[in-house]
């Protein structure tokens, strides 16, 4: 086990800091990343650097002069050009927004803590109402954040809208400032850069052997940009230092990961890794790739653990212990374009506790834990060593079928399983081959309520089944042990990226009836609704059991 040498981490991170913000395609990722390598090189590691096609955004210049006086403000990415004066209206924060009365006029709004990236929902709803632009204010006191603009049409992986309208971002001090008293006469001047095709580049360092298991991070960075993701380059540099003689181990560093696809796509982020997945498939290389440990935001305690799938997670809990929280791997991760291509991945990171400074200028060294650091490297460090030893002799292939299982037994208690099912998933006896095809299948993302309001995505296994938690929500208010407003929960479940529905119980159209309705009735009703739901659930059923054989078949 190396001894992980906080100090220089943090010396490290301070030298890779010079650049200032790291957006993709831009003169400093070249400069970055360019550094990076010599970093590797002088390590004695051979060095690839691999080129790829980037969409670039740079701001060049905002001033909002509101009242004759100037504010400090940032340009959202992907926000045009432009010059807008005219009235600033206060619209509200979060998903309570006032949107009438905005035509022609400059909304300010304010960001949600809940969800950062819900700005591109109240982006949308204000150019719908005829914004001629809008300011944004933050939900944490002297903070700037940027946040990557687009237009809600679907979250289909294909082209958007470009956003028509100028955006910025400004302190909630500020903000609020503004609000109290009089009508506020603004004038907003954006000037910004876009192009689709500059370049950005993934960097794979290697000495003993064929990379096989890849220790990874990503080096662009919006603002501050110290915990995400200066911090995990810096620990990777050190590993590769203390660890270059495992043979098989590769480190890669990844461009354009908060920032790079094309088109304005929802999908922007992540998209120096899935150039990199795609040049592995290309090459047949994917296939004799083993695991991946991703290094993304490391910088709180407990860190959280993102796995592939139920295999890899709990290998993982059983090596690292329970100090730390494990899921399933998240999109928001460069892992998840290995994961979601079948791949073993996973990401050490503190994301959920981290966003107070996600992509802002708080993002600094003062808001890191090094004690985190130095226990993400340890882990990282550990993981490394025993998957480059042991290989597919590390998962715990076994923890598909308890996983299963378990979902099956909750659904269960409103439907009896079809026999067929139970018995192929109790006789899998999963291989790596057949690992693949069960990540790539089985698990998908969700998305629960409308495009305007998905909420964070998160990845499921067999997520048709998550009909049965709408059921015990459902069957709660029918025995009067829920509120029937908590019925509001119940919303439209989807995969994003296919926009697909999943089953699920949706009342929104008809919650006004049930707000009306006396109870006899609405509790009638519900009953019909449980009815139709367990028909929904038989659907999943099947349908989980088709995937199975399909993969059973495949593998």
């Not at 400093?28 to 790829?52: N, Q, Y």
């Not at 809600?152 to 609000?179: F, N, Q, T, W």
């Not at 991070?217 to 003689?245: F, P, S």
């Not at 139920?310 to 690292?320: D, G, H, Q, T, V």
Request: glycine fraction near 8%; charged fraction near 25%.
């Amino acid at each position: 086990m190396p001894v992980l040498n906080v100090g220089r981490v943090k010396r490290v991170t301070q030298g890779l800091l010079r650049q200032g913000e790291v957006v993709a395609g831009s003169s400093a990722d070249r400069e970055l990343s360019g550094v990076i390598a010599e970093a590797l090189e002088r390590l004695g590691l051979s060095v690839e650097r691999h080129e790829f096609t980037t969409a670039c955004w740079l701001e060049e210049e905002v001033e909002l002069i509101v009242e004759g006086e100037r504010l400090k403000a940032v340009a959202l990415p992907n926000s045009p050009s432009g010059y807008v004066e005219g009235e600033l209206v206060h619209a509200g924060e979060g998903e309570s927004l006032k949107l009438s009365g905005l035509e022609g006029k400059l909304a300010l709004i304010g960001m949600t803590p809940e969800d950062p990236d819900y700005v591109v929902a109240q982006y949308t709803l204000a150019l719908r109402a005829g914004a001629s632009a809008v300011v944004f204010y933050d939900y944490s006191p002297h903070t700037l954040r940027r946040i990557v603009l687009y237009v809600v049409l679907s979250y289909a992986k294909g082209p958007s809208l470009p956003p028509p309208i100028p955006a910025v971002a400004v302190r909630r001090e500020d903000a609020l400032k503004l609000i109290k008293g009089r009508r506020r006469y603004a004038q907003l001047s954006v000037k910004t850069r876009y192009s689709e095709n500059a370049k950005s580049c993934n960097l794979i360092a290697y000495s003993e052997g064929e990379p096989r298991v890849l220790l990874t991070a990503h080096y662009d960075r919006w603002l501050g940009g110290v915990g995400d993701n200066t911090v995990g380059v810096a620990l990777l540099l050190q590993l590769a230092e203390k660890l270059r003689g495992v043979r098989d181990l590769g480190f890669v560093v990844f461009g354009a990961e908060e920032y790079g696809a094309p088109h304005y796509t929802p999908w922007y982020w992540s998209w120096g890794s899935r150039n990199y997945v795609e040049r592995l498939k290309a090459s047949g290389e994917l296939e004799e790739l083993v695991a991946v440990i991703n290094l993304d935001v490391p910088v709180r305690s407990p860190l959280t653990v993102s796995a592939s799938g139920p295999e890899y997670r709990e290998s993982a809990r059983r090596l690292l212990g329970e100090e730390g929280e494990y899921e399933l791997d998240s999109p928001y991760f460069d892992s998840y374009s290995f994961s979601s291509a079948g791949v073993a991945a996973l990401t050490l990171h503190s994301l959920w506790r981290y966003m107070d400074y996600y992509h802002s200028d708080r993002d600094t060294l003062d808001a890191v834990d090094w004690r985190a650091v130095a226990l993400a490297g340890e882990w990282a460090a550990k993981l490394a060593r025993e998957v480059a030893e042991r290989r597919q002799r590390f998962f715990r292939y076994e923890a598909w079928r308890a996983e299963l299982l378990t979902a099956i037994a909750r659904a269960s208690r409103f439907l009896e399983p079809p026999a067929s099912l139970l018995k192929v998933v109790k006789s899998l006896e999963p291989d790596e081959r057949m690992a693949r095809k069960l990540r790539a299948r089985l698990i998908r993302l969700v998305a629960d309520g409308g495009l305007l309001e998905p909420g964070v995505f998160k990845s499921v296994v067999a997520p048709q089944l998550l009909i049965a938690e709408d059921l015990e929500l459902l069957e709660k208010a029918l025995n009067g042990e829920l509120e029937p407003l908590k019925l509001r929960e119940l919303r439209l479940r989807w995969v994003p990226g296919e926009d697909g529905t999943l089953p699920s119980i949706d009342l929104e159209p008809v919650s006004s009836y049930l707000e009306r309705a006396d109870s006899e009735s609405a509790a009638r009703y519900l009953r019909e609704v449980k009815r139709v739901s367990i028909a929904w659930l038989e659907v999943a059923y099947r349908e989980l059991l088709e995937e199975l054989v399909e993969v059973l078949g495949e593998a």
